[in-house]
Structures are given as C-alpha cells and as structure tokens.
C-alpha cells in the first residue's frame, strides 16, 4: 500500500485521471446511455475546473517542500507521524503544516456545504429520474459523507499531532506571547495582601 501512495503522490496526474475515470464510470453506471467514451470525454471537461485547483494547490505545496520528492517524504512523514530531525526538513514540514491547516480553517462549512448539496441532488433525482439514479445518488451520498468527515478529522489529527510535536502550539490557538494571557507554569500577579 505505501507503494501506491507514494507512486500516486510522486504522479499527481494519475490521481487526477483516476478521479475522471471513476466519475465517468459513475455516470455510464447511473445513466446508461451512449458510448463510454462520450461519457469520459463530457467527465473530463467537466473535470477541467477542479483539476486546475488541485494543480495550483500542489505547485505551492512543491514549493514549500522544494521538489516532488521532497513533498512526498513530507507526506509519508506526515501520514506515519515521523519527525524530521533535520533542521531543514523540519522547517520545511512546519510551512507545510501551516499551509494545510490555513487551508482547512473552513471545513465545517465546506462540509455542511457538500452535505446539503448532495442531500438536495439525491432529493431532486428521486422527484426527476427513476429508481436506478436515486438509489444510485443515494448510496454514493451515504458512502461520501460518511467517509468525507472521516478523512478530513484524520487529517487534521496528523496535521496538529505533526504541529505540536515540531514545539509549538496548533495553529489558531494563541500562545502566552501572543494571546496576552500568562504561561501556565508561571503565576498569576493579584493584589498585595494587607498584613495587621
């Protein structure tokens, strides 16, 4: 397994043609009606928006690692929760970090999002088409969200395990030098007590 993980994150385009192939595949099970191909080729240019996103997001998460390969041990590191020892390892993992916890600060309402938008696509098929696309588009809602918020508090767990264990608190939470508020190690001044 770790094999394709990493022949996946070394090759980004094969995530993205496996993710065309796969929504085509979906489409051809749920409305089986013309050829494959057509069906792969309406995919793809649907794909298109998307597929330049995930791009943009990648080049930047290369730059930050300084090469592929670079960001692929990151993310083995990452997925394993092995620290780098070196001093320029480590930096490059803790922008990492930053930049994907910077991503997710709107998870919740990303996913309350997909929720209502899957929930309300299976609602309308079932008024518009028959029995095979509902049960269909209901059965990929249920798989999706369900494994969706699974995924993502797993990311975010390795992302603020990673965090801490670089020596510092997780991003948006303050710390004493910065949130006003006194190390916990240390006490709190109050009023000078009188003596009789």
């Given at each position: 397994?770790e094999?394709?993980?990493?022949?996946?994150?070394?090759?980004?385009?094969?995530?993205?043609?496996?993710?065309?192939?796969?929504?085509?595949?979906?489409?051809?099970?749920l409305?089986?009606?013309?050829?494959?191909?057509?069906?792969?080729?309406?995919?793809?240019?649907?794909?298109?928006?998307?597929?330049?996103?995930?791009?943009?997001?990648?080049?930047?998460?290369?730059?930050?690692?300084?090469?592929?390969?670079?960001?692929?041990?990151?993310?083995?590191?990452?997925?394993?929760?092995?620290?780098?020892?070196?001093?320029?390892?480590?930096?490059?993992?803790?922008?990492?970090?930053?930049?994907?916890?910077?991503?997710?600060?709107?998870?919740?309402?990303?996913?309350?999002?997909?929720?209502?938008?899957?929930?309300?696509?299976t609602?309308l098929?079932?008024?518009?088409?028959?029995?095979?696309?509902?049960?269909?588009?209901?059965?990929?809602?249920?798989?999706?969200?369900?494994?969706?918020?699974?995924?993502?508090?797993?990311?975010?767990?390795?992302?603020?395990?990673?965090?801490?264990?670089?020596?510092?608190?997780?991003?948006?939470?303050g710390?004493?030098?910065?949130?006003?508020?006194?190390?916990?190690?240390?006490?709190?001044?109050?009023?000078?007590?009188?003596?009789?």
């Amino acid at each position: 397994m770790e094999r394709v993980h990493v022949f996946l994150a070394r090759h980004f385009w094969v995530q993205l043609l496996l993710g065309v192939v796969a929504g085509a595949v979906l489409v051809q099970l749920l409305y089986p009606q013309g050829s494959f191909g057509a069906v792969l080729v309406r995919t793809a240019v649907m794909s298109v928006g998307g597929g330049c996103v995930a791009l943009v997001l990648r080049r930047r998460e290369r730059r930050t690692a300084g090469t592929t390969d670079g960001l692929v041990s990151l993310d083995r590191r990452l997925r394993t929760g092995d620290v780098p020892s070196d001093p320029g390892e480590r930096q490059a993992m803790r922008r990492l970090v930053d930049q994907r916890l910077h991503r997710t600060r709107h998870r919740k309402a990303a996913l309350a999002f997909l929720t209502v938008l899957f929930v309300g696509t299976t609602v309308l098929t079932a008024f518009t088409a028959g029995p095979r696309q509902t049960i269909g588009l209901a059965t990929v809602t249920v798989v999706f969200l369900s494994w969706m918020p699974y995924v993502s508090s797993l990311q975010i767990r390795r992302l603020h395990t990673m965090d801490a264990a670089l020596g510092r608190a997780p991003s948006g939470i303050g710390s004493p030098a910065t949130d006003g508020t006194p190390p916990a190690h240390e006490p709190v001044a109050g009023p000078p007590h009188r003596t009789s």
